[in-house]
């Protein structure tokens, strides 16, 4: 989870994320029904706004939907302009995001604070706000006063309780709305905070998962003597911040990382970018991978305070035949080596990275002789509800037999879908070096195919 | 279960608040905020009674380390009383067991002096 919240699960239920376009529909019977006074104009009115609503869902963006709403929510209160800000919660600030009549605000990216002027008020307050007779002198918004507008209406876009946004109504002669002109330009607000929300969540997730897609290896690097394989599959549907990593090192040493950011959707996957970009500077500069982590802490703790994150990082030397890891609250890798039964392999787990720690970080090195394989992962690969995380890695490890390393993720990845069902997202990257002791590899024979 | 619905017991500048059964995905921000309001009343310690947590993945580690740093930044502490919970080997793994004082009950934390 992330602090952020609303925007990662901008709603209880799934099934209104899944088809939102008949949520709404079957919001506005349920109005109809329940509203049997409601004006017969009024109900017309109404379904203009949702024609609107229905026809952006089938394929446009949010700008699209609210610019065909604003000038719909126009028509249908006779209003001269409307216009719609949505929230920036980095900035607090209401951005101009569609308008009709009134389209220099989009065209000059209006921002304004939350608490002032009209649209600030109307945000602060959660609740529509009228102004029949606009003070000129208390208008910040310069454009608002060059077209000389005379009476404003606004509602807020709200959100499971939440203001993201206000759309308000313009007139350029004095106008005294009506409560009915308030509960129209309500149920508009709220049909476009509906559709704005999920939109929003549409596009993180498919945002989400092609940044994810985009930073993890294309392709594993090719080394001679060493053979990889990788997974990653989302937890139920959605981009965690689980990924890997595998490098070759100026020294001609190979770095495999794997590693968990808190928190889910665009925001984790954008810190992972930033976590992955400063790992591979750091093992530019140093080859320990306690090292490397010391220095990823330093970074996160003074640039990204907030952010919390498991990583392992495991540095293979260059004839391949040791390999030294060190981890920052990450679970242990398994470990096969021939003759011996596969197992987590013993060591120190430090802090993960994100609380302050007084305490340095460890490295362990274990010997990895030919057709040695180590397994990294993350957490949801092993755990399950009511059997203890050793019993996972026990499991894990009682699949992991010498074999290709593709063959041995296709079968980890099953036999551990069918032992605990996934619901958080899983990274498995699996290591193996060649059985049969060839020459020993030099600097030259080391290189990538990306 | 939302934050209002978790057990709080003060005892002096002492609080206990009760872990769910399972942390997980579904209830984390709960606990997270659940903690941070407590810690917002400046407690001298928070114990965390875990004592009944069958199940806590890592959205639960990461409330737990969240509500760590706000305590601590406040001069407070955050411990676990945690019992024969199957949570204790996820808090080896991810080294908070190194920074969050262990009690094996509530009654043992309560019993021990605040501080370092």
Redesign the interface.
């Known amino acids: 989870m992330t602090r952020t919240g609303r925007l990662d699960e901008p709603w209880s239920s799934s099934d209104f994320v899944a088809d939102p376009g008949k949520a709404v529909r079957l919001l506005l019977e349920n109005e109809s029904r329940a509203s049997p006074a409601v004006p017969p104009d009024w109900t017309e009115k109404l379904r203009g706004i949702q024609s609107i609503i229905d026809r952006a869902l089938s394929g446009l963006d949010p700008q699209e939907l609210l610019v065909a709403l604003v000038e719909r929510v126009r028509d249908a209160l006779q209003a001269d302009t409307a216009a719609v800000l949505l929230l920036d919660r980095q900035s607090g600030q209401l951005v101009a995001t569609a308008a009709s009549g009134l389209e220099e605000e989009v065209q000059q990216g209006v921002r304004i604070q939350i608490g002032r002027g009209f649209a600030g008020r109307i945000a602060a307050e959660g609740r529509p706000v009228i102004l029949n007779e606009v003070d000129h002198t208390k208008v910040v918004n310069p454009i608002l006063l060059t077209k000389g507008i005379r009476s404003l209406m606004g509602a807020p876009l709200l959100a499971d309780g939440a203001v993201i946004g206000v759309l308000h109504v313009g007139t350029l002669s004095p106008r005294t709305f009506t409560n009915t002109d308030v509960d129209l330009l309500q149920l508009a607000a709220d049909r476009a905070a509906m559709a704005v929300q999920a939109l929003t969540a549409n596009l993180d997730r498919a945002a989400a998962s092609a940044l994810q897609r985009s930073l993890l290896p294309a392709a594993l690097p090719f080394v001679k003597d060493m053979q990889m394989a990788a997974r990653y599959v989302p937890g139920s549907g959605n981009v965690g911040g689980d990924w890997y990593d595998v490098l070759i090192l100026p020294s001609g040493e190979l770095c495999a990382v794997i590693g968990d950011v808190a928190g889910s959707g665009l925001r984790a996957a954008a810190i992972m970018g930033r976590i992955r970009s400063a790992l591979r500077a750091y093992a530019l500069e140093t080859s320990d991978p306690a090292d490397i982590l010391t220095r990823l802490g330093h970074n996160m703790h003074y640039f990204e305070p907030d952010v919390l994150v498991t990583v392992l990082c495991a540095v293979f030397s260059p004839c391949l035949d040791r390999v030294r890891i060190s981890s920052a609250g990450h679970m242990p890798p398994v470990l096969a080596r021939p003759g011996e039964p596969a197992g987590p392999v013993s060591m120190v787990s430090d802090l993960l990275i994100g609380v302050p720690a007084e305490r340095g970080r460890h490295g362990t090195a274990i010997g990895f002789p030919p057709g040695a394989m180590l397994c990294l992962y993350t957490d949801g690969l092993v755990e399950r509800r009511d059997r203890p995380i050793d019993d996972g890695i026990a499991r894990l490890s009682a699949v992991l037999t010498p074999s290709d390393p593709e063959t041995v993720c296709a079968c980890v990845m099953a036999a551990m879908a069918d032992w605990s069902p996934h619901s958080d997202d899983v990274a498995l990257l699996i290591v193996r070096r060649d059985p049969t002791p060839g020459s020993e590899p030099d600097a030259a024979s080391v290189g990538s195919t990306a | 279960m939302t934050a209002a619905e978790f057990d709080v017991r003060w005892t002096g500048r002492h609080a206990v608040v009760t872990m769910p059964a ?1 942390i ?2 579904t209830n ?2 709960s606990v ?1 905020s659940v903690l941070s309001t407590v810690a917002g009343q400046h407690p001298e310690v928070i114990t965390a009674d875990m004592t009944g947590t ?2 806590c ?3 639960g ?3 737990l ?2 509500a ?2 706000l305590v601590t930044s406040d001069g407070g502490e955050l411990r676990l009383a945690i019992g024969a919970s ?1 949570a204790r ?2 808090l ?5 067991d ?2 969050l004082p262990i009690y094996a009950d509530v009654r043992q934390s309560l019993a021990a002096p605040p501080g370092p």
């Open positions: 399972e997980d995905l984390s921000s997270d069958l199940f993945d890592s959205s580690i990461h409330a380390a969240r760590h740093k199957l080997r996820v080896e793994f991810t080294g908070l190194q920074v």
